[in-house]
């Protein structure tokens, strides 16, 4: 009997037939099928109607099992008996009914033989339950001959434990009592009726157990059941210890904690500092980020939990995404595919059905079945951004580059790269089937830095570019970054644009004659780099003579700086000079930095630079072997470029130091503005006077050669600087006015982020405001800034004055403002 819905273990079966809910990482249906085989059972008719195919789909015929199936389609609902009525034309000799979603290990070789024992015409299998107040009581005689029927009784009329299974012996003849063409039950109807005519009806009493898993909490009972082996399963694995079951191919760290009875399902993963608690079963493919601590809880495959999370008591969907520091309190119940952002808490009791979105950092008190944030937004502040194969899939990455297609004009031409990492040689490669299925072409560079791709954007017929890399402070992740015509990042009004198409699925498919085409462009390299020398003094860089040394940070930028550095006469000390993934995910620039400062220092050079991965940041180190930050990195190119602009305006964000102002003003030379996300400023850049912009974390624009970032472009601008001034950036350094910057966050819930910038607003009435991004207030010597961060609950808060306590002072008050507006 499988056509259950389940309705009260919802959200779990709100997509799913209760049959095929996992226990013990076997569908419970697997389970009784396996038990029927054990004793003689190897023929099996299945009553189906609820999602039946998800049930036909996984057993088939049987064969995989070892017997033989066929299945019995319930149209409309018949009651049990109909039911088993309704598959009457296979059924033409003694056979035994029982549930597909229950939980047992019953002898059913001996309801057999006390049903053939006792010639009866039905024999109802009975076992002695504590609370039998949810279940029909059936009492019998001394010979097992049924007395009589109570439905849910009261504890006034418990007469007996002893309770209907489920499981009945049967004979054909059953079916002259089962009426056709309307609802019959076997408990309310059919056998009353035979103990009414004195039909031989028997119950035959068991003693193996047996659960209805009827309910979320019988649901989680049972698996703490299955681990402390009251019931007789096949749980899949190898008994690592006692109660402890470890599948094919999964990965524990050395440094992970079992404690107590688990279930680690086959290709799992969990990390280092991870605590498995008593009573937890892991579907299969889950993956458990550092620090987790779970306990008592039950996970569906294919989730993955990250760094931090607390799973209390919880039953977790499949394919469900639950962030860093998330908590899942007791009796909680989260459906598939849910994702839930970080440090988001889901309460005590709380259901959040399939597909739902929770944001990061909500409090989540009460179930939300149909109400829903809906769909995270595609487009974060990079660009699509999400966990390898986990968010983000070759499917969704096929379906966004055919979104991102199907807004552009057939047979047009995309410029593609990506990182040297397999995740993005994998994506990369679905996202090109979905271009070219939408028509569009591809000019792919392969592995290839991201200016290098910006370049090559503005430089071939090309209305786009679209690049694939792991995500630098999370080497987990990948980001998908757009380009549009001009190398810039591309506008919010075109990512809206996509992901509408995405959200829609209304993606153009061409025929099989305009199937976009893939080209791999010559001298891709030469032809930026001959661009790059044309923009610089190469002869006073070369006379200048100086002695450099580089770390490449493991990036494709290894690709590109040989053949840069060539064209300088420079003596250059290479360090991780080649591309590698492993290297990458490893990479911190500030430590790379310690280590080329001590290389400076030991070799003389005259300067000292970290290029990021991708070749868009640089961190610079000067001849003394101090590690600039990026502050102070910003301060001394603005000192050294100011002189020689190409323009009257440099564009900068609003966040940045007055320092810079006072930098610039002795050249005629006048800061911008602008927002602090890089389309802003790569967008500012364009502008007619504007000759330079920089961003607060060392990413620095010359847009007479390419108005983005460029780390390859900045340090030789640097070192043609250094060489027209004759100096060394020590001197320059130390010449620099200093700046008092400090910063802030406050957790701010997305509902009340525009509730705090209009207080803010009112606030302020006295003070000249500055409204380029969030608020900033001016004040006498210094300012403050709030800004709501776009991707999470959280307020920035900025703050610069004359001295660090000035500006510690500025930032903490603005700070405890947003604190009181927000209780």
Same mark, same amino acid.
């Given at each position: 009997?499988?056509?259950?819905?389940?309705?009260?273990?919802?959200?779990?079966?709100?997509?799913?037939?209760?049959?095929?809910?996992?226990?013990?990482?076997?569908?419970?249906?697997?389970?009784?099928?396996?038990?029927?085989?054990?004793?003689?059972?190897?023929?099996?008719?299945?009553?189906?109607?609820?999602?039946?195919?998800?049930?036909?789909?996984?057993?088939?015929?049987?064969?995989?099992?070892?017997?033989?199936?066929?299945?019995?389609?319930?149209?409309?609902?018949?009651?049990?008996?109909?039911?088993? =009525? &309704?598959?009457?034309?296979?059924?033409?000799? /003694?056979?035994?009914?029982?549930?597909?979603?229950?939980?047992?290990?019953?002898?059913?070789?001996?309801?057999?033989?006390?049903?053939?024992?006792?010639?009866?015409? !039905?024999?109802?299998?009975?076992?002695?339950?504590?609370?039998?107040?949810?279940?029909?009581?059936?009492?019998?005689?001394?010979?097992?001959?049924?007395? /009589?029927?109570?439905?849910?009784?009261?504890?006034?009329?418990?007469?007996?434990?002893?309770?209907?299974?489920?499981?009945?012996?049967?004979?054909?003849?059953?079916?002259?009592?089962?009426?056709?063409?309307?609802?019959?039950?076997?408990?309310?109807?059919?056998?009353?009726?035979?103990?009414?005519?004195?039909?031989?009806?028997?119950?035959?009493?068991?003693?193996?157990?047996?659960?209805?898993?009827?309910?979320?909490?019988?649901?989680? =009972?049972?698996?703490?059941?299955?681990?402390?082996?009251?019931?007789?399963?096949?749980?899949?694995?190898?008994?690592? @210890?006692?109660?402890?079951?470890?599948?094919?191919?999964?990965?524990?760290?050395?440094?992970? /904690?079992?404690?107590?009875?688990?279930?680690?399902?086959?290709?799992?993963?969990?990390?280092?500092?991870?605590?498995?608690?008593?009573?937890?079963?892991?579907?299969?493919?889950?993956?458990?980020?550092?620090?987790?601590?779970?306990?008592?809880?039950?996970?569906?495959? &294919?989730?993955?939990?990250?760094?931090?999370?607390?799973? =209390?008591?919880?039953?977790?969907?499949?394919?469900?995404?639950?962030?860093?520091?998330?908590?899942?309190?007791?009796?909680?119940?989260?459906?598939?595919?849910?994702?839930?952002?970080?440090?988001?808490?889901?309460?005590?009791?709380?259901?959040?059905?399939?597909?739902?979105?929770?944001?990061?950092?909500?409090?989540?008190?009460? *179930?939300?079945?149909?109400?829903?944030?809906?769909?995270?937004?595609?487009?974060?502040?990079?660009?699509?951004?999400?966990?390898?194969?986990?968010?983000?899939?070759?499917?969704?990455?096929?379906?966004?580059?055919?979104?991102?297609? @199907?807004?552009?004009?057939? &047979?047009?031409?995309?410029?593609?790269?990506?990182? *040297?990492?397999?995740?993005?040689?994998?994506?990369?490669?679905?996202?090109?089937?979905?271009?070219?299925?939408?028509?569009?072409?591809?000019?792919?560079?392969?592995?290839?830095?991201?200016?290098?791709?910006?370049?090559?954007?503005?430089?071939?017929?090309?209305?786009?570019?679209?690049?694939?890399?792991?995500?630098?402070?999370?080497?987990? @992740?990948?980001?998908?970054?757009?380009?549009?015509?001009?190398?810039?990042?591309?506008?919010?009004?075109?990512?809206?644009?996509?992901?509408?198409?995405?959200?829609?699925?209304?993606?153009?498919?061409?025929?099989?004659? #305009?199937?976009?085409?893939?080209?791999?462009?010559?001298?891709?390299?030469?032809?930026?780099?001959?661009?790059?020398?044309?923009?610089?003094?190469?002869?006073?860089?070369?006379?200048?003579?100086?002695?450099?040394?580089?770390?490449?940070?493991?990036?494709?930028?290894?690709?590109?700086?040989?053949?840069?550095? @060539?064209?300088?006469?420079?003596?250059?000390?290479?360090?991780?000079?080649?591309?590698?993934?492993?290297?990458?995910?490893?990479?911190?620039?500030?430590?790379?930095?310690?280590?080329?400062?001590?290389?400076?220092?030991?070799?003389?050079?005259?300067?000292?630079?970290?290029?990021?991965?991708?070749?868009?940041?640089?961190?610079?180190?000067?001849?003394?072997?101090?590690?600039?930050?990026?502050?102070?990195?910003?301060?001394?190119?603005?000192?050294?470029?100011?002189?020689?602009?190409?323009?009257?305006?440099?564009?900068?964000?609003?966040?940045?130091?007055?320092?810079?102002?006072?930098?610039?003003?002795?050249?005629?030379?006048?800061?911008?503005?602008?927002?602090?996300?890089?389309?802003?400023?790569?967008?500012?850049?364009?502008?007619?006077?504007?000759?330079?912009?920089?961003?607060?974390?060392?990413?620095?624009?010359?847009?007479?050669?390419?108005?983005?970032?460029?780390?390859?472009?900045?340090?030789?601008?640097?070192?043609?600087?250094?060489?027209?001034?004759?100096?060394?950036?020590?001197?320059?350094?130390?010449?620099?006015?200093?700046?008092?910057?400090?910063?802030? *966050?406050?957790?701010?819930?997305?509902?009340?982020?525009?509730?705090?910038?209009?207080?803010?607003?009112?606030?302020?009435?006295?003070?000249?405001?500055?409204?380029?991004?969030?608020?900033?207030?001016?004040?006498?010597?210094?300012?403050?800034? !709030?800004?709501?961060?776009?991707?999470?609950?959280?307020?920035?808060?900025?703050? #610069?004055?004359?001295?660090?306590?000035?500006? =510690?002072?500025?930032?903490?008050?603005?700070?405890?403002?947003?604190?009181?507006?927000?209780?």
């Amino acid at each position: 009997m499988a056509g259950g819905e389940g309705t009260r273990l919802r959200p779990l079966t709100s997509n799913a037939p209760k049959p095929m809910l996992p226990l013990a990482n076997r569908p419970m249906m697997e389970h009784i099928v396996n038990l029927l085989k054990v004793h003689g059972f190897d023929d099996i008719v299945v009553t189906v109607a609820f999602l039946a195919n998800q049930i036909r789909t996984y057993f088939g015929d049987g064969s995989e099992f070892g017997v033989r199936m066929v299945y019995a389609t319930e149209e409309e609902p018949l009651g049990t008996a109909g039911s088993v =009525r &309704n598959a009457m034309d296979e059924l033409d000799e /003694r056979f035994l009914v029982i549930s597909g979603d229950v939980l047992t290990d019953i002898d059913l070789g001996s309801v057999l033989a006390f049903h053939e024992k006792r010639q009866a015409l !039905a024999t109802i299998g009975l076992v002695s339950v504590e609370n039998p107040l949810e279940f029909g009581i059936v009492i019998t005689r001394d010979d097992g001959s049924i007395e /009589r029927f109570l439905e849910k009784p009261t504890w006034a009329e418990v007469f007996s434990d002893t309770i209907n299974t489920g499981i009945f012996v049967l004979e054909p003849e059953i079916f002259e009592h089962i009426p056709a063409g309307r609802p019959v039950d076997f408990s309310g109807e059919v056998f009353p009726q035979l103990l009414a005519d004195g039909a031989p009806l028997f119950g035959a009493v068991s003693d193996g157990y047996w659960e209805d898993v009827g309910t979320l909490e019988a649901y989680v =009972r049972a698996h703490r059941d299955v681990l402390d082996g009251k019931v007789d399963v096949d749980v899949p694995g190898f008994e690592l @210890s006692s109660g402890v079951w470890l599948g094919e191919a999964a990965e524990v760290h050395p440094e992970a /904690r079992i404690e107590g009875s688990a279930v680690i399902g086959p290709g799992c993963r969990v990390d280092a500092g991870v605590r498995i608690g008593d009573y937890t079963v892991l579907g299969s493919n889950v993956r458990v980020r550092a620090g987790a601590d779970i306990e008592r809880s039950v996970v569906h495959d &294919n989730a993955y939990l990250g760094e931090g999370a607390r799973l =209390r008591g919880t039953v977790l969907g499949r394919s469900t995404d639950l962030r860093r520091g998330t908590r899942c309190d007791e009796g909680s119940v989260v459906g598939d595919e849910c994702f839930i952002g970080n440090d988001a808490v889901i309460a005590a009791g709380v259901k959040v059905y399939p597909f739902k979105t929770v944001e990061a950092g909500a409090t989540i008190n009460s *179930s939300i079945v149909w109400e829903s944030k809906g769909a995270r937004s595609l487009f974060g502040r990079e660009g699509v951004m999400g966990l390898a194969n986990v968010d983000i899939t070759p499917e969704l990455a096929t379906r966004v580059a055919m979104a991102y297609a @199907s807004t552009l004009k057939k &047979n047009s031409t995309v410029v593609m790269s990506r990182d *040297s990492s397999r995740a993005a040689r994998m994506l990369k490669r679905a996202c090109m089937a979905g271009l070219n299925a939408a028509g569009v072409n591809v000019v792919d560079l392969e592995v290839a830095p991201v200016p290098v791709t910006r370049f090559l954007v503005r430089q071939a017929l090309a209305v786009g570019g679209l690049t694939v890399r792991l995500v630098e402070e999370d080497p987990q @992740s990948v980001v998908f970054r757009f380009f549009d015509a001009d190398g810039r990042d591309l506008a919010e009004g075109a990512q809206r644009k996509i992901e509408r198409q995405f959200q829609r699925e209304d993606f153009r498919r061409v025929f099989a004659s #305009e199937i976009g085409d893939i080209d791999f462009p010559p001298r891709a390299l030469e032809h930026y780099t001959a661009a790059l020398g044309a923009t610089v003094d190469l002869g006073a860089v070369r006379a200048a003579a100086f002695k450099l040394v580089v770390d490449y940070g493991y990036g494709s930028t290894s690709f590109v700086m040989p053949n840069v550095l @060539s064209q300088l006469g420079a003596d250059v000390l290479g360090v991780n000079p080649y591309a590698s993934t492993a290297g990458v995910m490893h990479f911190d620039r500030l430590v790379q930095a310690g280590s080329v400062g001590e290389l400076v220092r030991a070799s003389g050079a005259a300067l000292g630079a970290v290029l990021n991965p991708d070749g868009e940041h640089l961190t610079l180190v000067d001849d003394r072997g101090r590690v600039l930050d990026d502050a102070t990195a910003l301060h001394a190119v603005l000192r050294l470029v100011a002189g020689h602009l190409l323009g009257d305006t440099v564009a900068l964000p609003v966040n940045v130091s007055q320092v810079t102002e006072r930098l610039v003003a002795p050249f005629g030379v006048r800061v911008r503005y602008t927002k602090t996300s890089t389309s802003a400023l790569m967008e500012a850049a364009t502008d007619p006077g504007v000759g330079f912009a920089a961003s607060t974390d060392g990413g620095f624009i010359l847009p007479g050669f390419l108005p983005a970032f460029d780390a390859a472009a900045s340090l030789v601008k640097v070192l043609e600087l250094l060489a027209l001034e004759g100096t060394m950036l020590s001197e320059v350094v130390d010449s620099l006015p200093r700046s008092h910057l400090v910063r802030e *966050s406050v957790v701010t819930p997305w509902e009340q982020k525009g509730l705090v910038m209009r207080r803010l607003v009112e606030q302020a009435k006295d003070h000249q405001l500055v409204l380029v991004d969030g608020v900033k207030v001016l004040h006498d010597g210094g300012w403050a800034l !709030a800004l709501p961060d776009p991707d999470e609950p959280v307020t920035t808060v900025w703050a #610069e004055g004359s001295t660090d306590a000035e500006a =510690r002072r500025l930032a903490q008050e603005y700070a405890r403002r947003i604190r009181q507006m927000v209780r």
